[in-house]
């Protein structure tokens, strides 16, 4: 199982930027995708997620930290096992290496898979 994210770069303060990360591999099920950034010195934070409903009629359940609701989406192309997170009204706090997540199950339990990460610096 491999992730593979791209999209980070640096732009201004006020700027966008879109990640996208894809999923490849022997896959079984996906339980939730996300993405977690990290600066040095810091714990790993989660930036948002979506965790896949076990319902038909129920909708998946989408998660955001706080710092970046109403800025950051998050969306998938689920036949293709994509997942992005579209930033806009970027700002310096939000430099970071951001990294996508996978959570597998993988019977009998399940498992979480990184991708590499990729560096978002937003200049002042």
């Known amino acids: 199982v491999q992730l593979q994210a791209s999209g980070g770069g640096e732009v201004q303060a006020g700027g966008s930027l879109r990640l996208s990360c894809v999923l490849s591999g022997n896959i079984f099920t996906v339980l939730q995708m996300g993405w977690y950034r990290q600066v040095p010195g810091k714990q790993r934070e989660l930036v948002a997620s979506i965790r896949k409903s076990e319902t038909l009629n129920i909708p998946d359940y989408v998660d955001y930290s706080d710092s970046v609701k109403g800025r950051f989406t998050i969306s998938e192309d689920e036949p293709n096992n994509m997942v992005f997170l579209q930033m806009t009204d970027l700002k310096p706090e939000d430099t970071a290496m951001y990294y996508c997540?996978?959570?597998?199950?993988?019977?009998?339990?399940?498992?979480?898979?990184w991708g590499q990460g990729t560096q978002v610096t937003v200049s002042s």
């Open positions: 997540s996978a959570e597998l199950l993988l019977p009998p339990g399940q498992r979480t898979f």
